[in-house]
C-alpha cells in the first residue's frame, strides 16, 4: 500500500509540474504568477517524496531545487505585493 501512495504522489507531481509549463508555454499564466510558482512547488515537493523512496537522488536533487527556485519567487511575488499594499 505504501508503494501504490507514493507512487500516486509522484503521479501528482508529474501532473503539478507538467501542467505549470503548459500553462506559461500557453501564456494563460505569467511565470512569475502565484499559481504558477505554486503549482511547481507542490510538483516538486511531491516528485521530491516519489524520488527519495526510489532512491532517484539525482532527480531528487533537480527536483529539490526546483522547489527553492519557486520558494525564491513566491517570496519576492509575496514582498512586491506587500510592497504594493503599503
Request: charged share 15%; glycine share 4%.
Amino acid at each position: 500500500m505504501e508503494k501504490i501512495i507514493i507512487e500516486v504522489i509522484g503521479w501528482v507531481g508529474s501532473v503539478a509540474v507538467v501542467a505549470a509549463y503548459l500553462l506559461v508555454s500557453y501564456q494563460k499564466v505569467e511565470s512569475d504568477s502565484f499559481f504558477y510558482q505554486i503549482l511547481n512547488f507542490i510538483g516538486s515537493i511531491c516528485l521530491i517524496i516519489n524520488t527519495f523512496y526510489n532512491h532517484a537522488y539525482p532527480s531528487m536533487t533537480v527536483n529539490i531545487i526546483w522547489a527553492f527556485i519557486a520558494i525564491a519567487v513566491l517570496i519576492k511575488s509575496l514582498k512586491k505585493r506587500t510592497h504594493l499594499a503599503d
